[in-house]
Each structure stands twice: as structure tokens, then as C-alpha cells.
Nanobody
């Protein structure tokens, strides 16, 4: 399976963006799909995850209440709706898929990664 992330851009603080992650050659219907973000000089940071097997979602403290992860199984696409954006949300956002067992909030457990999409929030 391959992942293609899109939807990033430049937005003012307080604005919204919706990121998309489309899967090809496979499906999101198994495993955990997640969004991570990274800024220069920092490690990749967990943002949100949707676990099909657990039937639950999880979020980092930094985005809880502002971001929502969702799936459209018919389109084989996962979304990250980002509201009330802040300058500290700036970064490259990656979608990832974990098809084996692992720690949901740790990037090392994910075996498939998209190419990343840039999100820039101006103050």
C-alpha cells in the first residue's frame, strides 16, 4: 500500500485546514492510521490516530479539542480536520499506517508513510 497526503497550505492563526491521506494498492481497513508532524531540528511528533481494531481515536494533548481524525472507507481516505490553528501547529504533516502491533503514539511502529504535506500557520 502507498499513501498520498495532501491539503496543506498557508493559513492565518485561528483558521482551518483539512488534510487528506489517500491509500492506493491497499486499504486502511486494517491496522492503525495516524498523523504525525515534524519541524526542522525536532523529532516527528504524534498528532492523532484512528485504530480500526480498537474502534477508537486518540490525540496528542496539543491538538485535543481542535483536530479530528476520520475515515472514508468508500474513498479509502483518512482526513485530519484542523480547526483553531496556532502558529505552533506549523510543520510537515505525515500520514502513516501501522499494520502490525506497536505503540500508537510512537512513529517507529508505523511501517507505511506518506510523503508529507506542509502546513504553515501565520500569526
Amino acid at each position: 500500500v502507498q499513501l498520498q497526503a495532501s491539503g496543506g497550505g498557508l493559513v492565518q492563526a485561528g483558521g482551518s485546514l483539512r488534510l487528506s491521506c489517500a491509500a492506493s494498492g491497499g486499504t486502511f481497513n486494517i491496522g492503525v492510521v495516524a498523523w504525525f508532524r515534524q519541524t526542522p531540528g525536532k523529532e516527528r511528533e504524534f498528532v492523532a490516530a484512528d485504530s480500526r481494531s480498537a474502534g477508537s481515536t486518540s490525540y496528542s494533548d496539543a491538538v485535543t479539542g481542535r483536530f479530528t481524525i476520520s475515515r472514508d472507507n468508500a474513498k479509502n481516505t483518512v482526513y485530519l480536520q484542523m480547526n483553531s490553528l496556532k502558529p505552533e501547529d506549523t510543520g510537515v504533516y505525515y500520514c502513516a499506517l501501522m499494520t502490525t502491533s506497536g505503540v500508537i503514539k510512537a512513529p517507529g511502529g508505523y511501517n507505511v508513510w506518506g510523503q508529507g504535506t506542509q502546513v504553515t500557520v501565520s500569526s
